[in-house]
C-alpha cells in the first residue's frame, strides 16, 4: 500500500482500512481481497496494482482486478466503476474481471452485465458469459467464457472466507456455488429442505470454496458434487441425479 503521503510502500495488514488516494500493489506470488464500505467484493490478482480514487472510482494500471456486488442492487449512478486505458467499466449487478494486458483491456462477465464508457462517446456493453477485448486503437473483439471456465480459478482462490458457524447446510451451499460459478441443483424437495433444516458449526478458515465443499458434507446428510457448471446436491445414500 502507498498513499500519497508514504514515501515508500507499507505492506497491508489484515482488515486494515484503506482510503481514497492511496494506491495497492500485489506482488507476482500475492493476490488480495478487499471489502468496501457497501459490502461489495474486489479481489486482485498477481501483479496488480490499482489506485483508491474516492469511494465510486478505482483506477486499474496494470493486472486483474474481480467484482461481485452481490445480488443487491445499488441506485444508478452509484455503482463502483473501474477506471482502465480504454474507459470506465460500470457493473449492472454483477461478477466480473477487468485485466490489463499491455495495451488492451479485457472485461469478461461471469454475472449480470457491465458497461464500458470510452469516454469519447461510444459504450460497449458485455453480458454474463461474455467477454469483451478492447485494444489501444479502439476496436473491440468478443468471445464466450462460461461462468466456470478455468480462468475463474484465480477467483475462488482469493475469495473471503465464509463464517459456517450456525449456518445452514444450503446457505452455505449457496455461497460455494456462487464462488465455482455453478447452480445449485437440488435432488428433490426433501434435499432442499434437509439443506435448509441442517446446522453447521465449526470454522472453514484458509480453505478456498471447492477444498470447503470436500470437508464439509461429509459431515452433514448430504453429499454435493460440481458437474459442468452445476453443484449437484443429494441425500447421502442417494442415486446421483
Given at each position: 500500500?502507498?498513499?500519497?503521503?508514504l514515501?515508500?510502500?507499507?505492506?497491508?495488514?489484515?482488515?486494515?482500512?484503506?482510503?481514497?488516494?492511496?494506491?495497492?500493489?500485489?506482488?507476482?506470488?500475492g493476490?488480495?481481497?478487499?471489502?468496501?464500505?457497501?459490502?461489495?467484493?474486489?479481489?486482485l490478482?498477481?501483479?496488480?496494482?490499482?489506485?483508491?480514487?474516492?469511494s465510486?472510482?478505482?483506477?486499474?494500471?496494470?493486472g486483474?482486478?474481480?467484482?461481485?456486488s452481490?445480488?443487491?442492487?445499488?441506485?444508478?449512478?452509484s455503482?463502483?466503476?473501474?477506471?482502465?486505458?480504454?474507459g470506465?467499466?460500470?457493473?449492472l449487478?454483477?461478477?466480473?474481471?477487468?485485466?490489463v494486458?499491455?495495451?488492451?483491456?479485457?472485461?469478461?462477465v461471469?454475472?449480470?452485465?457491465?458497461?464500458?464508457?470510452?469516454?469519447?462517446?461510444?459504450?460497449h456493453?458485455?453480458?454474463?458469459?461474455?467477454?469483451?477485448?478492447v485494444?489501444?486503437?479502439?476496436?473491440?473483439?468478443?468471445?464466450?467464457?462460461?461462468?466456470?471456465?478455468?480462468?475463474?480459478?484465480?477467483?475462488?482462490?482469493?475469495?473471503?472466507?465464509?463464517?459456517?458457524?450456525?449456518?445452514?447446510?444450503?446457505?452455505f451451499?449457496?455461497?460455494?456455488?456462487?464462488?465455482?460459478?455453478?447452480?445449485?441443483?437440488?435432488?428433490?424437495?426433501?434435499t432442499?429442505?434437509?439443506?435448509?433444516?441442517?446446522?453447521?458449526?465449526?470454522?472453514?478458515?484458509?480453505?478456498?470454496?471447492?477444498?470447503?465443499?470436500?470437508?464439509?458434507?461429509?459431515?452433514?446428510?448430504l453429499?454435493?458434487?460440481?458437474?459442468?457448471?452445476?453443484?449437484?446436491?443429494?441425500?447421502?445414500?442417494?442415486?446421483?441425479?
Open positions: 500500500m502507498k498513499s500519497g503521503w514515501s515508500r510502500w507499507q505492506p497491508v495488514g489484515l482488515r486494515q482500512a484503506l482510503h481514497a488516494g492511496e494506491q495497492v500493489e500485489t506482488a507476482s506470488s493476490r488480495v481481497a478487499l471489502t468496501l464500505g457497501d459490502g461489495l467484493s474486489v479481489r490478482d498477481h501483479d496488480t496494482l490499482i489506485s483508491l480514487v474516492d465510486r472510482h478505482i483506477s486499474l494500471t496494470r486483474a482486478l474481480y467484482v461481485d452481490g445480488s443487491k442492487r445499488l441506485p444508478t449512478g455503482e463502483l466503476q473501474i477506471v482502465t486505458p480504454a470506465a467499466v460500470r457493473h449487478g454483477t461478477q466480473y474481471e477487468t485485466r494486458v499491455g495495451s488492451q483491456v479485457q472485461i469478461t461471469r454475472e449480470g452485465k457491465v458497461e464500458l464508457d470510452t469516454g469519447a462517446g461510444s459504450t456493453r458485455a453480458s454474463a458469459g461474455e467477454q469483451i477485448v485494444s489501444s486503437a479502439g476496436s473491440v473483439q468478443r468471445s464466450a467464457v462460461s461462468p466456470y471456465d478455468a480462468r475463474w480459478e484465480w477467483v475462488s482462490a482469493t475469495a473471503p472466507s465464509f463464517d459456517i458457524d450456525g449456518r445452514s447446510v444450503g446457505a451451499l449457496t455461497w460455494v456455488a456462487r464462488e465455482l460459478g455453478c447452480e445449485v441443483v437440488y435432488a428433490d424437495s426433501q432442499q429442505a434437509e439443506a435448509a433444516r441442517v446446522l453447521l458449526s465449526g470454522s472453514i478458515s484458509g480453505l478456498n470454496p471447492g477444498d470447503a465443499l470436500a470437508a464439509v458434507m461429509p459431515t452433514t446428510p453429499r454435493g458434487e460440481v458437474r459442468s457448471g452445476q453443484l449437484l446436491v443429494s441425500l447421502s445414500g442417494s442415486g446421483s441425479r
